[in-house]
């Protein structure tokens, strides 16, 4: 689940679970609960309770005895519950969970649901290939489209992999189409300053031109701006993060990584931090239409109501990629840990991007344990 912190256990915790009602092992600082496998073994559950309470690094690399799988290693990573305490043990972990000696390393909380534990991990560089090899999700050596289209992977394998993030090597952009419509799938930041601010305002000028009372047209586009907050919170819960009600068909899973699951999957990508113009156009376009319906009776009304909700945009996208890519002063630096969470521990909570004015609102604040003595993996 979201926001799980994965506990660690003392060597004497383990070893208690030496029996077939609760039987776990370790691999390096890793703690697997193998209960559930013992009779699914294929060597049989007693000789995994031979090794119940211990570590099984040299039983799982010794060819001779019990030749061992990579499809072995992909099990025990469903079955982890935690991490051995490193103060018990005076060892540390390694990138692949082998205990090591004398190595320094923090000591961490790790969130199950995204195998990360604090906002540095979403800038730690991805093994490709091994990533590919563990996850069997989308190799991010070869364009990730056509592969999502063709994978046939259901809805529930998708959202669990989406929500690990990776990081491309060098902070690059990962290959999306891999052909020359590639440079459409990638926007910079200034694009949106530079292409949105000059209509909006020349549209605010036009529609307080036209309403002729400076203070009503300016209610009427902070009205605009107070409700795109809205609009983005809404937008974010249940547009980006359809996840629950998204169609279990190849259709639905590349709508839904084109629109957010990419972001989610690659959120360090400063190419695709802020939305391409053409996907703007389109989700702006039934705003367009409801200003008009609502304010009906003054068209100068509803393109200033317009205006500021698209300045309130504006100010959305900004900020978003700077959450992600800059250092901010204080308040935006709360903010940036506030959203950055969002990624590394919490997606199902946190979906304010400006401010988390109407996560109080509606009771999806994201509230995290602060960060305590379990190992990172």
């Avoid at 506990?7 to 077939?20: G, L």
């Avoid at 060098?170 to 910079?188: C, D, I, Q, R, V």
């Amino acid at each position: 689940m979201p926001g799980k912190i994965l506990p660690t256990f003392t060597p004497a915790e383990i070893e208690s679970h030496n029996h077939a009602k609760s039987c776990y092992v370790t691999l390096g600082s890793k703690v697997y609960d193998v209960t559930s496998f013992l009779n699914d073994h294929p060597g049989g559950g007693d000789l995994i309770l031979e090794y119940a309470g211990k570590d099984v690094k040299e039983i799982l690399r010794d060819e001779a005895s019990h030749n061992h799988s990579e499809a072995a290693y992909e099990i025990l990573e469903d079955l982890l519950v935690g991490f051995l305490d490193s103060k018990s043990t005076g060892k540390t972990a390694d990138a692949n969970g082998s205990a090591t000696e004398g190595a320094e390393e923090d000591s961490r909380p790790v969130y199950a649901s995204t195998g990360m534990s604090r906002e540095e991990d979403l800038s730690v560089e991805t093994d490709l290939t091994k990533d590919y090899q563990t996850f069997k999700f989308l190799d991010l050596n070869k364009p990730l489209l056509l592969q999502l289209w063709n994978s046939g992977f259901s809805k529930e394998f998708y959202l669990q992999q989406i929500h690990r993030p990776r990081h491309y090597k060098g902070g690059e952009s990962a290959p999306l189409f891999g052909n020359f419509l590639e440079p459409l799938s990638k926007t910079a930041w200034y694009v949106v300053p530079l292409l949105w601010l000059p209509p909006v305002t020349y549209g605010s000028f036009v529609g307080f031109a036209g309403l002729g009372n400076v203070p009503a047209a300016a209610c009427y586009w902070l009205f605009g701006l107070f409700l795109w907050t809205l609009i983005e919170y809404l937008m974010h819960r249940f547009l980006f993060h359809i996840d629950g009600y998204l169609p279990d068909n190849r259709v639905g899973i590349t709508l839904h990584f084109l629109l957010h699951g990419i972001h989610h999957y690659l959120p360090m990508d400063r190419y695709r931090l802020v939305m391409p113009p053409a996907l703007f156009v389109i989700l702006a376009t039934p705003f367009w239409k409801l200003a008009h319906t609502i304010f009906f009776y003054n068209w100068y009304a509803a393109v200033t109501v317009f205006c500021g909700g698209v300045f309130g945009y504006i100010c959305y996208d900004m900020t978003h990629y700077f959450l992600h890519h800059r250092n901010l002063p204080a308040y935006y630096k709360s903010l940036k840990k506030y959203h950055l969470e969002h990624h590394f521990a919490d997606y199902e909570n946190g979906f304010g991007v400006t401010s988390r004015f109407w996560d109080r609102v509606f009771g999806t604040e994201l509230q995290t344990p602060p960060p305590k003595g379990a190992k990172a993996q």
